[in-house]
């Protein structure tokens, strides 16, 4: 209670019944109602009705009922309303309800015979002060009631449009919930296209394409987007505001409007939010007031939605511009029979097993696999097992927490969990512990990763595809590769033929990476002679097309002219007489092989200055797997 109606109620101290009995209508006032209460507080000074007006529209309504009682004074009621004082008039006697008289509201109490008594007229006067006061009060905790009911019903409609992923959809479901919420007949979000001076309507009845365009200087919108205020237009003015133009075309007539801008985080205005035609009578202060707080809502959803579009379709070009890239170049038996795999086994969700010499392709071919699949646009995941330590190789496939480790200063998602939903490529598979390869098999069983340092399980949808160069069978059995594991990615295997048995394709692979390679080096291609094509069909290819690809890129920076010598390519088999000697030689393949090796390995490392990570990449290797090739030649690596 404040302490404004204790005041009246100590007005009304002075008759002891009358003031018990006002402080029973005005505690039971919130649930008995306006009519009871007027009633009440009418009999309480010996009244037989009592009756709560307001001045509409040049006359009077009752707040209790639509309809004044029978014999209602008019005159009355105006006068107490014109002199701000407790009047009476016959049996009646009517007093303001508030202070300022501008409020328009009056208590009326009606008696049995005419009041006499200027204490009478105190006492209405004092329950009449303590009514507005009350019904203030009451309208006050309404309209907090109305709020709170209207911003929970705002978050459920927000959470609904958080949910949606698409901006057409969006726009309708933001549509209909405003004029679900503020009882409107339709409601139309403009997005300003300010390029071209445009404002952009969706969705819009009537319109062809439920899109509707106008200028971006017209009508209340164009008002809106111009000065960044909300408008209003009721029934009784401002009728010329409107472009009625807009309603030709529609076919339709508006009568009330309510718009208000549409803010980004940001807060720069980029549209509107516009109503149309309120159910019953004019939208309101209140419906104003709502509008705002769902246009502050629905520009953090259209902002994330157009965020998210905009994602999707970088990420879908992205992934279109990479399969296309994914080209597996060759027209020989052995490659249009691996083509013919692949379209079977992509859009399963088969493990695959890619087996094949170093540098034949088995990333290419993994890829292939991805891109052709209904996974294409998810991540595509590789990871090198043999240039993983055991000790941080749980970390790099399932991920830590921060803190987890010496390292660990931040969390981090691991492969699996990166890979979710698309694939993850897991290249020489044969090199991971037999420790690592315990912990892999668990999570290809459960589909469950759980962070180093963590204990919440997380779910991964990754198709995995492993490759090797290793024989695996052979491993099984000498107990270097778990039989289990084996079982469970050896579900379908795809081999790699080496190109020395495919001699038919390495003249398009030898112009396709030379294409390649001169485009991003800004020249002309040159042309291959006939005695280069010869000595490249002639070359065994102990690298595959790796080292092909290789000796293209050179070519493409290194050599001049517009053509391409068989000299060009001496250094396909080394420049010096020692290795023509090697070719001229009788040694067993595999001797021969070891050292042709051994000093491709040397001349990389030559050419780049001693520089290994740079000599790694050139031979098509990672820089663990070239010091392990060099340990497994003999040769000196000088890494310790």
């Not at 509707?212 to 960044?228: A, E, M, T």
């Not at 795999?341 to 890829?367: C, F, H, P, W, Y």
Request: glycine share 8%.
């Amino acid at each position: 209670m404040t302490a404004t109606q204790l005041d009246y109620l100590t007005t009304l101290s002075r008759n002891p019944q009358l003031a018990e009995a006002a402080l029973e209508w005005l505690i039971d006032l919130d649930t008995t109602g306006l009519e009871q209460a007027a009633n009440a507080a009418a009999k309480a000074i010996g009244g037989d009705e009592g009756v709560l007006v307001g001045r509409q529209a040049g006359g009077w309504t009752g707040l209790n009922s639509s309809k004044l009682p029978v014999g209602f004074p008019i005159a009355l009621a105006d006068e107490a309303l014109d002199r701000e004082r407790c009047c009476r008039e016959g049996n009646w006697l009517a007093a303001p309800m508030h202070e300022r008289a501008a409020h328009g509201e009056l208590f009326l109490v009606r008696f049995g015979r005419p009041p006499a008594g200027s204490e009478i007229q105190e006492q209405t006067a004092a329950v009449a002060r303590l009514l507005g006061e009350i019904v203030a009060q009451t309208r006050r905790r309404s309209s907090e009631r109305q709020r709170l009911e209207r911003l929970r019903t705002i978050l459920e409609i927000t959470h609904q449009w958080n949910q949606t992923q698409e901006m057409e959809p969006l726009l309708v479901q933001m549509a209909e919930a405003a004029t679900k919420l503020l009882r409107a007949d339709r409601a139309s979000i403009f997005l300003w296209d300010k390029p071209n001076r445009t404002l952009v309507g969706r969705p819009a009845l009537g319109v062809a394409g439920g899109e509707l365009r106008i200028p971006d200087d017209k009508g209340i919108v164009g008002q809106v987007v111009q000065s960044g205020e909300s408008r209003r237009v009721d029934l009784a003015d401002n009728q010329a505001q409107i472009d009625r133009r807009v309603d030709q075309k529609l076919g339709y007539e508006t009568r009330t409007l309510l718009c208000v801008p549409l803010r980004g985080r940001a807060g720069e205005l980029f549209g509107a939010f516009e109503m149309i035609n309120k159910l019953q009578g004019n939208f309101t202060d209140d419906d104003e007031e709502a509008l705002v707080e769902l246009a502050a809502h629905a520009a953090v959803a259209l902002e994330n939605t157009d965020e998210r579009q905009k994602l999707l379709t970088a990420r879908k070009q992205l992934a279109d511009e990479t399969a296309q890239g994914i080209r597996l170049v060759g027209n020989s038996p052995a490659i249009e029979a691996l083509r013919s795999a692949i379209r079977r086994v992509a859009n399963t969700d088969l493990a695959i097993m890619v087996l094949g010499e170093n540098g034949t392709g088995k990333e290419v071919v993994s890829q292939a696999v991805h891109y052709l699949s209904n996974r294409r646009y998810q991540p595509f995941v590789a990871i090198n097992c043999a240039a993983i330590t055991e000790t941080l190789l749980e970390s790099e496939l399932f991920g830590h927490e921060k803190g987890a480790f010496t390292d660990a200063h931040q969390t981090r998602a691991g492969k699996f969990e990166l890979a979710s939903g698309g694939t993850i490529f897991l290249d020489e598979i044969g090199d991971l512990s037999l420790a690592g390869q315990a912990k892999l098999l668990r999570v290809l069983e459960e589909k469950i990763v759980v962070r180093v340092g963590g204990s919440t399980p997380i779910h991964t949808d990754a198709r995995v595809i492993a490759a090797t160069n290793q024989n695996l069978a052979d491993m099984v059995r000498a107990k270097k590769f778990r039989q289990d594991l084996f079982f469970r990615l050896n579900v379908v295997t795809i081999e790699l033929p080496p190109l020395r048995n495919r001699p038919e394709d390495v003249l398009l692979l030898a112009e396709h990476f030379l294409e390649d390679f001169c485009r991003k080096a800004r020249r002309r291609v040159p042309k291959l002679s006939a005695v280069a094509k010869r000595r490249l069909e002639a070359h065994t290819w102990p690298g595959n097309v790796r080292e092909l690809r290789n000796l293209m890129e050179r070519l493409a920076y290194m050599s001049e002219g517009d053509k391409i010598e068989a000299e060009d390519l001496a250094f396909i088999m080394s420049p010096g007489s020692q290795s023509r000697g090697l070719l001229e030689s009788d040694q067993p393949l595999a001797e021969a092989t070891e050292k042709y090796q051994s000093e491709y390995i040397q001349q990389a490392i030559h050419r780049n200055r001693g520089n290994m990570s740079e000599a790694a990449r050139q031979l098509g290797l990672h820089r663990s797997n070239l010091y392990r090739k060099m340990r497994q030649l003999g040769m000196p690596t000088n890494d310790g």
